[in-house]
């Protein structure tokens, strides 16, 4: 039986590659700004696999590369949002269906929150498909998608702090 | 990997001794000595042997000092020593030595005082002489011996002697035998002293079981010579050399061929070379196991410490009291590391995995007992040293045979066990120690793999297998699928991340990394020295000598350049990788005070950061690039910085704000130049929110839009009063002279300020010389709106928007200027426009029309009216009149053209559309109408001809306008119109549709009634010649139809008929008989009015003569087109405008196809309508059978009127008729006398009855009637010839789609037909008989 997970961190990055929403879960302090930095990185490796294997439907992108004590692992939307996963580094096999799994549940997540009209209600008509609306949730003036990631991160088991501006 | 010995890390492959390949010395004296490596030399002039040979030319080379340098290059140049050197190609370490070479000696007594003392090797633990005296493991030393020292294979190259040549011979000399005798005894003594120093050399190699191989090199003649075998044997047998791969010889040869030499050598003397070090290991072996038994059974320590041993290992002394000789797990270790060694030599990887490992294990387990590895002793040391050389081994060796995984398996699990270790003995993860220990295992390895890929090693990539969805076929064996089965499996199962290998950068990165903490702990301990005054212990001594930071930026650097390399091809620029390496190595220099080169990169970093909108990172970087600013006191740039940093809601540092760093610079420093300096944000975040609301998407020319220009702080910023803003300016156009607004003293406090901005015309901006200039409180509290509010109005149409807004700040001399963009919004924040609506308290609309933050501004549309007018419905084929009237109602000229769009109809009809003399089936485009003036109609008709089927017509009218005068001489903007700016071009479009209904001006019915041929006319005989006249009518198959159309006027207008014409068509198979119309001979009643309802008859009565099918049985034939009627009409016109008589029109309407019915038998009855009191009058019965193939049998009665006789019957009352062949006709006739008046009396009742056998008739109707005698009964109607007339079974009309009225009944017409009772036809055959005289 292979050691339980442990999550360090979740980002989600839009098409255009903005950030949306980084999350850390890592309990040591001032180590957020590392997972940006890691998931900043981890796209020149998604736009790697991207154009290594083109025309593939395949959304999970597969372990992407280790750094000092986190495994990246990347998950690309068939809308081309981008997930990437920081799990602590342990010396033992990381099933893919694990993670097949924890992706899914991160993407069920974000298009749950994407789906919120209230994220719209001001907007004028011509920028509801506008790519700030991807943006604009992961933006602390909305709760409902970092409690849904921090609900499914508690579920895999990381220990969730609750932030200081919620 | 310099940090260690380069012995322990090196592959080996088997040591060649090549000795005899000295260049031949120039004739000098002080020649220098022999070295044991000697470096070629391309000195060749002088000859030493001179004597040997015959002297040639001085400048001319010897042949054999060229081969030597040959054979030198060829053999050196083939293999490198290198650590990473995977390939098995039999290639030896070559290495030149001296042909009198001393090997190290191999035993030395372990005390030379004892002469009976156990002898052992110099570098024997066991020996007090040894470095590795008491207790050491294994040293490189021992490694440098057998790569350096001692060979498996001694190659001797030496010159055969050959006589001197004696020239010219001529053939005719005879062989001088004294001379070859004087030869050969030169030769002979010649071949013993070589093979004599052979000898030597052989007495010393065979000592260690070396090969020794002798290579001659002799001329290409002597290779000729039939001497040369026997001085060979004689050299072997004299020198004692083996048999096999011993000896050589070697002519001056071409470089290719040299090279097969090398080659074939190196592999004659590879198994040589393999047993050498096969013997080596069975060496070692037997001592390990007697070691293992020995220390099993006696694990005491069985030597006795020489009191001299202390001073034999001087050093060990001092930190050890007491010198403990090494314990069996030592050597054990180093039993297991010779043995892995020799394997290596030999080219066992596998062999020497196993026993790198073993060695490894056995080492781990002496360093977890403190007692038997002490820490921090030099012997803990070397071992540690020897530990790391060894984990890297068998990286190296995993990494060999793409063992990935298992090798980084061995990194991982050093680097942890060690770590342990170094907790253990105190110098664990809070010590530099630790950090520099860990951070050298990370940068070997990065170097381990930087050099494999530079040759065979392939880092694997970690994409992942998509899962196999195809259920794999049955046919395959089940063996096969089991194992597919197994390998999904293992897919399946994902993969250790910490045991997928990587490229080196990711390693050295991680050492980098290492080395900075080690920097922190190092400089922690600086700063508790520098405080509490701890005593330095040599390491830190030792480390403050280090150069930490140039470390981390070598190591960060040489990361920075393999991530480049490993980049992906397809990411133009710069990699998101190497930026962040390029962030360490930048926040390097920052910490080495190298602050120039810093800024230099945070400037290129933060340029992707800002445009992938990476903030986050942004913000940290900012603040480190600020802190490298100030320390340049370049305080242009931290003004930049400073500026950025407030846009981004950041501060430089936790206990500093922007205002309080910002506002000391201003104050106290003054700008380098007069230019103002722009801080263009137009990358990053917005300085301010803008937003910039019209109140409406559109206006006319003339009109004054209501605009609102909000600019807000972002979220929780704190006010912003301290902000020296001076002006603001807002660009409406590019080319225009922006509205300039000045600040005026503080008005109110309040958060939503509201500064009006007036009227801006923009037809004026273009005159205008100056600015427009209005004032307004330009400071933003917290969490601060300011609405700009004006209206703006043009004259020209066009597009209009706030170009762009720039905020200029100015104190003491400095002059700062920030443009805005109003397109630009913060990241992650939706655009919420809104609309101020009311100020105090502030209330705002929310604007949610796309495009808000611009208007255009159109031409004012032209007022027309249009009125279409039409008398609906219209008419088919009638030329309807719509008129179109258009009204100039502006107050404008305008210049009117129309187009008209025919749609296409839903049934494939043909329509037509005119105006004028322009007409079409579709479109008429650019009907003018003419320059309207104001108030001016002007009218136009259009006609539409509607054919086919009834329904609407759809046309489109589009109306244009164009307003002549609008047009300018000039353009107002030079550049050509763009698309979605509106066109100069003052038109406007006006479009009508209208749908006109239309319908069949008559309906059309027709009844349909048929005659037989007259029974009177008999058929003409088989051969008359009449048949073949031109003009012959055979209308036997047919006869006469009667058709009567009944056209009704259908329509709600009357309409007038002018003429109506039958015209048959014109084939074999109709022709016109009779037309009640023709025989008027005023042309009747035409022209002649129907109004909606009347009716009108045509009564037509055609001979046909249809088409026979060849079938036997009677078919339906039918006369498909028998003519048409041509109708000439018009509408009757209104009343009101009766002076233009409407246009005449056509209408065709066709008769049906007629189909007489057909019997198989015909009874033609024919009686005279009148007859007279006792007076006979005939009474004529024709049987006509009109089948093709059968035979008619009749029998005819003639019953009695059961009411009692009106006639005396003179003929037959019961007769058969003559049989009737096919086509045959007969005649029965019979007198009737009557003896009753009346108008109605009735005629004796005749039946005809038509007898056929049974076989016959199977393919009859169905109506027969079997009797008893068994044949089938047919009763044969009768047709009266003067009630001859059949109504067809079906309704006719004129068309068949037009089906409007109800069937009328018919009743002048005597329904025939075998389903009829004979009642019917009893009672209807009467004859008025008259009483006589009349």
């Known amino acids: 039986m292979a050691p339980p997970l442990r999550l360090h961190a979740v980002a989600f990055i839009s098409p255009l590659n903005h950030p949306i929403l980084i999350r850390s879960f890592s309990q040591v302090k001032g180590d957020e700004l590392k997972y940006h930095y890691i998931a900043h990185t981890s796209l020149d490796v998604i736009e790697e696999r991207i154009a290594s294997s083109n025309k593939s439907t395949e959304c999970y992108l597969g372990f992407l590369y280790a750094m000092e004590d986190s495994a990246v692992y990347g998950y690309i939307t068939p809308l081309k949002v981008k997930i990437v996963l920081a799990l602590a580094l342990s010396d033992s096999v990381i099933r893919d269906a694990d993670i097949t799994m924890i992706f899914r549940a991160f993407y069920n997540a974000y298009y749950q929150s994407l789906a919120n009209p209230f994220l719209r209600l001001d907007a004028p008509q011509d920028s509801i498909t506008d790519h700030s609306a991807l943006l604009s949730q992961g933006s602390s003036k909305w709760k409902g998608f970092r409690r849904r990631v921090d609900d499914v991160a508690r579920a895999v088991g990381a220990v969730v702090t609750t932030d200081e501006r919620d | ?1334």
């Open chain 2, 1 to 1334: 990997m310099n940090s260690y010995p380069p012995e322990l890390l090196v592959q080996l492959a088997p040591v060649l001794f090549v000795a005899g390949l000295d260049l031949p010395r120039p004739p000098q004296p002080q020649s220098p000595p022999p070295d044991i490596l000697p470096q070629p030399q391309p000195q060749t002039q002088g000859d030493q042997d001179a004597t040997l040979r015959p002297r040639r030319n001085t400048t001319a080379q010897d042949p054999f000092t060229a081969l030597i340098l040959r054979l030198r290059e060829a053999l050196t140049s083939q293999r490198k020593v290198a650590i990473w050197q995977p390939e098995r190609n039999k290639a030896f370490q070559v290495v030149l030595v001296d042909k009198a070479v001393p090997f190290p000696p191999r035993k030395l007594p372990s005390d030379p005082q004892l002469p009976n003392s156990t002898a052992h090797s110099p570098l024997s633990p066991l020996l007090p002489s040894s470095p590795l005296y008491p207790d050491g493991l294994i040293a490189p030393i021992w490694i440098r011996k057998h790569t350096t020292l001692v060979p498996s294979v001694f190659v001797l190259f030496l010159r055969l002697y050959e006589s001197p040549v004696t020239e010219p011979r001529s053939p005719l000399d005879l062989p001088d035998g004294e001379k070859d005798k004087e030869r050969e005894r030169e030769e002979r003594k010649r071949d013993t002293e070589l093979s004599a120093g052979v000898a030597e050399r052989k007495k010393s190699t065979n000592e260690r079981g070396i090969k020794l191989t002798v290579v001659l090199m002799a001329s290409r003649r002597m290779l000729d010579d039939p001497s040369l075998d026997t001085r060979l044997t004689f050299i072997r047998r004299q020198s004692g050399l083996d048999s096999r791969a011993a000896l050589f010889v070697l002519s001056p040869v071409s470089q290719s061929e040299l090279h097969d030499f090398v080659r074939s050598l190196q592999q004659a003397l590879f198994e040589p070379a393999l047993e050498y070090y096969t013997s080596h290991s069975k060496r070692v072996r037997r001592k390990r196991n007697r070691h293992s038994q020995v220390s099993s059974s006696a694990p005491v320590i069985m030597h006795p410490i020489p009191p001299s041993g202390s001073v034999g290992g001087a050093q060990t002394a001092k930190v050890e009291t007491i010198a403990r000789p090494l314990r069996p797990e030592g050597w054990t270790v180093r039993y297991e590391y010779k043995m892995a060694s020799f394997a290596e030599f030999r080219g066992e990887d596998e062999v020497a995995l196993k026993h790198y490992q073993d060695s490894y294990a056995t080492l781990l387990s002496m360093f977890s007992s403190t007692a038997i590895m002490p820490p921090r002793t030099k012997r803990w040391a070397e071992a540690k040293v020897l530990a790391d050389c060894i984990s890297i081994k068998i990286c190296k060796l995993y990494l060999y045979n793409a063992e990935h995984a298992l090798a980084l398996s061995q990194h991982n699990a050093h680097t942890r066990r060690f770590a342990e270790l170094s907790r253990g003995w105190g110098i664990g993860e809070e010590t530099y120690e630790y950090w520099s220990w860990i951070a050298r295992q990370y940068r070997v390895l990065g170097e381990l793999l930087e050099q494999g890929t530079q040759s065979t090693l392939a880092i694997p990539s970690h994409i992942p297998t998509p899962p196999i969805t195809q259920a794999t076929p049955a046919t395959q064996p089940q063996q096969q699928q089991q194992q597919q089965q197994q390998l999904e499996g293992m897919r399946a199962l994902g993969l250790n991340p910490s045991t997928a290998l990587q490229h080196p950068g990711f390693y050295f990165y991680l050492a980098a990394g290492c080395t900075e903490r080690r920097q922190a702990r190092f400089l922690s301990i600086l700063d508790a020295e520098a405080t509490q005054g701890i005593t330095p212990s040599p390491s830190y001594l030792n480390e403050k000598k280090v150069d930490h930071l140039t470390l981390i930026l070598e190591l960060y650097t040489k990361s920075y350049e393999l991530f480049k390399k490993y980049a992906p091809t397809t990411s133009q620029g710069q990699g998101r990788l190497t930026l962040w390496i390029a962030c360490r190595i930048a926040q390097t220099y920052v910490a080495a005070g190298k602050f120039d080169l810093a800024a230099r990169f945070f400037e290129r970093i933060s340029r992707t950061y800002r445009r992938e909108q990476w903030m986050s990172m942004l913000k940290p970087l900012l603040a480190s690039w600020y802190g490298c600013a100030q320390k340049l006191s370049d305080t242009e740039l931290c003004v930049k910085l400073l500026l950025e940093m407030l846009a981004q809601g950041v501060s430089p540092s936790p206990d500093l704000t922007v205002e309080n760093a910002l506002m000391p610079i201003l104050e106290t420093t003054a700008p380098s130049s007069n230019n103002p300096i722009t801080v263009d944000l137009s990358e990053s975040e917005p300085f301010f929110d803008v937003s910039v609301v019209f109140y409406e998407p559109e206006m006319e020319i003339g009109e004054s839009m209501p605009f609102q220009i909000h600019i807000a702080a972002h979220d929780g910023a704190s006010s912003l009063s301290w902000l020296p803003v001076t002006e603001l300016c807002i660009y409406y156009a590019d080319d225009s002279p922006p509205v300039v607004m000045k600040r005026s003293s503080n008005g109110n406090q309040r958060a939503v300020k509201w500064i009006s901005l007036g009227d801006i015309n923009f037809d004026q901006s273009d005159e205008r010389e100056h600015e427009q200039v209005v004032e307004g409180d330009l400071t933003w509290e917290k969490d601060g709106v300011i609405v700009l509010s004006g209206t703006i109005s043009s004259g020209t149409p066009r597009p209009l928007k706030i170009m762009r807004l720039v905020l200029k700040l100015e104190k003491n001399g400095w002059k700062i200027e920030i443009p805005l963009d109003p397109e630009q919004r913060r990241t992650g924040v939706l655009p919420s426009p809104r609309w101020l609506s009311s100020n105090n308290p502030p209330r705002f609309i929310p604007m949610r029309r796309a495009h808000y933050s611009s208007t255009t501004v159109r031409q004012r549309p032209h007022q027309l009216r249009i009125s279409l007018a039409h008398d609906e419905p219209a008419y088919l084929d009638e030329q309807y009149p719509i008129s179109v009237e258009v009204t100039n109602i502006d107050d404008r000229d305008l210049d009117i053209t129309v187009d008209v769009l025919l749609q296409p109809g839903e049934d494939d009809s043909i329509n037509h559309i005119s105006i004028g003399d322009e007409s079409s089936s579709s479109l008429i485009n650019g009907v003018s109408f003419g320059l309207l003036r104001p108030g001016v109609t002007s009218v136009k008709a259009l006609h539409l001809l509607s054919t086919g089927t009834a329904g609407a017509r759809v046309l489109d009218i589009s109306v244009q306008s164009s307003c002549p005068s609008a047009v300018p001489p000039t353009p107002i903007t030079p550049t050509p119109t763009t698309p979605g700016v509106p066109s100069q071009q003052d038109s406007t479009e006006h479009l009508r549709t209208i749908s006109i209904l239309t319908v069949a001006p008559f309906t059309v019915s027709h009844d349909i009634t048929y005659r037989h041929r007259n029974a009177r006319t008999a058929l003409p005989g088989l051969g008359s010649l009449a048949t073949f006249e031109r003009d012959y009518w055979d209308d036997s198959e047919g006869g006469e139809a009667t058709v009567m159309s009944t056209l009704e006027c259908a329509g709600p207008w009357g309409i007038q008929i002018e003429s109506l014409q039958f015209v048959p068509e014109d084939n074999d198979h109709v022709r016109l008989a009779k037309n009640n119309n023709l025989d008027e001979d005023d042309g009747g009643d035409f022209p002649s009015e129907l109004l909606p309802g009347d009716q009108f008859c045509d009564l037509v009565v055609l001979g046909i003569n249809p088409e026979v099918s060849d079938s036997s049985t009677p078919a339906e034939t039918s006369v498909l087109a028998p003519g048409h009627h041509i109708i000439s009409w018009r509408r009757l016109p209104a009343a009101s405008n009766s002076e233009i008589p409407p246009p005449l029109c056509q209408t065709n309407i066709r008769l049906p196809a007629l189909s007489p019915p057909k019997p198989t038998l015909l009874a033609l009855l024919t009686v005279p309508p009148l007859g007279y009191l006792h007076k006979p009058l005939p009474l004529t019965l024709t049987l006509r059978n009109q089948n093709i193939t059968q035979t008619a049998i009749i029998h005819i009665t003639l019953e009695p009127d059961p009411q009692g006789e009106a006639f005396v019957i003179a003929g037959p009352r019961n007769v058969r008729a003559p049989t009737l062949l096919p086509g045959a006709e007969c005649e029965l006739k019979w007198r009737l006398i009557p003896v009753e008046c009346g108008d109605a009396v009735r005629l004796p009742r005749l039946r005809v009855v038509h007898k056929r056998s049974r076989m016959s008739d199977a393919d009859t109707s169905g109506d027969a009637v079997e009797s008893q005698a068994g044949q089938n009964e047919e009763e044969v109607r009768i047709v009266d010839t003067r009630w001859d007339g059949l109504l067809s079974d079906t309704k006719m009309e004129s068309d068949g789609k037009r089906s409007t009225n109800s069937p009328r009944p018919s009743v002048d017409v005597i329904r025939g037909g075998k389903g009829d009772s004979k009642g019917d036809d009893t009672g209807l055959r009467t004859i008025i008989v008259l009483p006589r005289g009349a």
